[in-house]
């Protein structure tokens, strides 16, 4: 058959393993929906849960979508879409495809046109992230198993656990919003920029957290997170124009100290 | 109880049949395509391709199953590994639906939401994909546009502000260490960035983890 990086059957194939996996989606959702109603958890709960999950999703979805555009030109639009609905992430794919079409040979802006160069990349992008989406379903349930084994026996501790967990991985993600501020002593001032923005999107959750126990207004707290999300990323267009545009590369460094 | 155990047990045996279902369909994906266009990958191109990203995203895709499965419960996990981008939208979506239940992540409460969470979550994210997709010829002009871009290479630091006031705030007191430690990582060490930070999140998570313990014991929490 004709080869071409938007050929329909690609198109096909790409639908249907999506389609598996909305499937997947949906049965874990109906059956969970199921499970909440026998442990009577307010509907009410349930209702808030799926749409401030639904409005908190639309921003970063969308951000997603920026990377299948990026990757489309040199891989077709269906498989950055098979890849950045099934498993990806924008910085694991684009890396992924950068260095299979490295290794080709093969600039990352120009439309691939041989199979053989297509499915090289394909291989790579897939072995490259099957360990994972292989690994969760075998050992899902003896980790869970042996973190009940910990945690059932002292249930304040359990908490405190739970808490410390997220606040670790919290954590590591505020230190890596830091990670550029030492090129501002080299005069590069974008390192600036993720800390006002993570500063920003901060106040306003702090603001709209106030404002909803003080008024006691409930609706505010479901949504208090996309809303901060929203504000924090607009502050991004204006503390880019403010500091420069956000990426430090090598050359420009190796200029600064040349 | 044995209710209980049955709704568990459930989710692990169709976590497994859906999640190895989906894992050999994705590796028969290059198969087919190598069979419908009759060619044969670049091997050696293949190797050198795989050199590279492999033994990276295996270690982190490791260390990442370990590090979110008692976050994100059972049914979390199943789909999260399967849908993705779980840093940046699953697990923070899901974090924020708990608190905001006042569930525990252990509880099955909180397995219950989790899943309610991430399974709308990834079905948002498929469909607005999906609308992209179809969309693509007149939404590209405005993703590419240099003005939003700015807002959408910032997604991580206007989230993680968002979330570490709720965190911060209900766990100040160990929350000190933890920062510390990280932001002297961050700013010190010059290997550690948006590239590698999938890695420093176990060592984040397993220090503040023996933070706790070691404040639990001594009665400082």
């Known amino acids: 058959m004709e080869f071409s990086v938007n050929s329909p059957i690609i198109y096909i194939m790409v639908g249907i393993i999506i389609s598996v996996v909305l499937a997947q989606s949906v049965f874990f959702l109906v059956r969970a929906l199921k499970r909440a109603k026998e442990l009577n958890i307010k509907s009410s709960t349930i209702k808030k849960t799926i749409s401030s999950s639904a409005i908190f999703t639309i921003a970063p979805a969308i951000a997603v979508l920026v990377g299948v555009v990026a990757l489309s030109k040199s891989l077709g639009i269906p498989l950055p879409w098979l890849r950045l609905s099934v498993i990806g992430s924008i910085t694991y794919e684009t890396v992924a495809a950068g260095n299979a079409l490295e290794a080709l040979g093969q600039g990352a802006g120009t439309t691939i046109t041989d199979p053989s160069i297509y499915v090289t990349v394909v291989w790579v992008m897939t072995l490259s992230i099957a360990?994972?989406?292989?690994?969760?379903?075998?050992?899902?349930?003896?980790?869970?198993?042996?973190?009940?084994?910990?945690?059932?026996?002292?249930?304040?501790?359990?908490?405190?656990?739970?808490?410390?967990?997220?606040?670790?991985?919290?954590?590591?993600?505020?230190?890596?919003?830091?990670?550029?501020?030492?090129?501002?002593?080299?005069?590069?001032?974008?390192?600036?920029?993720?800390?006002?923005?993570?500063?920003?999107?901060?106040?306003?959750?702090?603001?709209?957290?106030?404002?909803?126990?003080?008024?006691?207004?409930?609706?505010?707290?479901?949504?208090?997170?996309?809303?901060?999300?929203?504000?924090?990323?607009?502050?991004?267009?204006?503390?880019?124009?403010?500091?420069?545009?956000?990426?430090?590369?090598?050359?420009?460094?190796?200029?600064?100290?040349? | 109880m044995k209710k209980?155990?049955?709704?568990?047990?459930?989710?692990?045996?169709?976590?497994?049949?859906?999640?190895?279902?989906?894992?050999?369909?994705?590796?028969?994906?290059?198969?087919?395509?190598?069979?419908?266009?009759?060619?044969?990958?670049?091997?050696?191109?293949?190797?050198?391709?795989?050199?590279?990203?492999?033994?990276?995203?295996?270690?982190?895709?490791?260390?990442?199953?370990?590090?979110?499965?008692?976050?994100?419960?059972?049914?979390?996990?199943?789909?999260?590994?399967?849908?993705?981008?779980?840093?940046?939208?699953?697990?923070?979506?899901?974090?924020?639906?708990?608190?905001?239940?006042?569930?525990?992540?252990?509880?099955?409460?909180?397995?219950?939401i989790s899943t309610i969470s991430i399974a709308i979550s990834s079905i948002v994210t498929t469909i607005i994909i999906i609308i992209g997709v179809i969309l693509i010829i007149p939404l590209t002009p405005i993703l590419e546009s240099p003005v939003l871009e700015p807002a959408f290479a910032m997604i991580l630091p206007a989230l993680f502000g968002g979330l570490a006031v709720v965190f911060i705030s209900k766990n100040l007191k160990l929350s000190v260490l933890p920062v510390l430690l990280m932001l002297i990582l961050f700013i010190f060490v010059p290997a550690l960035n948006a590239g590698t930070v999938g890695i420093i999140v176990p060592v984040g998570v397993l220090f503040t983890v023996l933070v706790a313990r070691i404040m639990y014991k001594k009665g400082m929490l």
């Open chain 1, 131 to 258: 360990a994972s989406l292989i690994l969760a379903p075998l050992v899902t349930k003896k980790i869970q198993s042996g973190m009940n084994k910990i945690g059932l026996k002292d249930k304040k501790w359990s908490e405190i656990f739970n808490n410390a967990m997220f606040l670790g991985m919290i954590s590591a993600f505020l230190g890596y919003v830091f990670c550029d501020v030492t090129y501002i002593s080299k005069g590069f001032l974008q390192g600036l920029t993720p800390v006002c923005v993570m500063g920003v999107s901060a106040v306003f959750m702090a603001i709209l957290g106030l404002l909803a126990t003080k008024l006691k207004i409930r609706w505010l707290t479901d949504y208090a997170l996309p809303i901060s999300l929203i504000v924090g990323m607009a502050s991004a267009i204006l503390f880019t124009n403010i500091f420069g545009g956000y990426e430090i590369t090598t050359q420009m460094l190796q200029e600064v100290t040349a």
């Open chain 2, 4 to 112: 209980n155990l049955s709704y568990m047990d459930s989710v692990h045996r169709y976590g497994k049949i859906w999640g190895l279902t989906i894992a050999v369909i994705l590796l028969a994906f290059p198969l087919v395509l190598s069979i419908i266009f009759s060619c044969t990958p670049d091997y050696k191109a293949l190797s050198k391709g795989l050199f590279a990203t492999l033994p990276m995203y295996w270690a982190v895709g490791i260390v990442e199953v370990f590090t979110y499965v008692p976050m994100l419960g059972a049914g979390g996990t199943y789909l999260s590994f399967v849908t993705g981008n779980i840093s940046n939208l699953k697990l923070p979506c899901a974090i924020d639906a708990m608190e905001r239940a006042n569930v525990k992540a252990s509880s099955e409460e909180g397995e219950v």
